[in-house]
């Protein structure tokens, strides 16, 4: 199976990127969120540094139709 991780465009509270990471790894996005963020406190805030890298490395779900309606195909 070849998966790629991707930002999501259905599951989005700042950009997408929990969201992509809990669809790749099929977790609950919540428990992605909670991770990142007692894993940002703990590294004194690397996990910013690495959300937003992200946000510039990882492209966008292609599977969107229209933004709009945020329909997959």
Do not use: H, Q
């Amino acid at each position: 199976m070849n998966k790629k991780l991707y930002r999501s465009t259905n599951d989005v509270k700042i950009s997408g990127v929990c969201g992509g990471v809990a669809e790749y790894f099929g977790m609950d996005a919540t428990i992605v969120r909670l991770l990142w963020v007692l894993g940002t406190l703990m590294n004194f805030f690397v996990g910013i540094v690495a959300y937003v890298a992200c946000v510039f490395i990882v492209p966008e779900d292609p599977g969107c139709i229209d933004v709009d309606f945020k329909e997959k195909k």
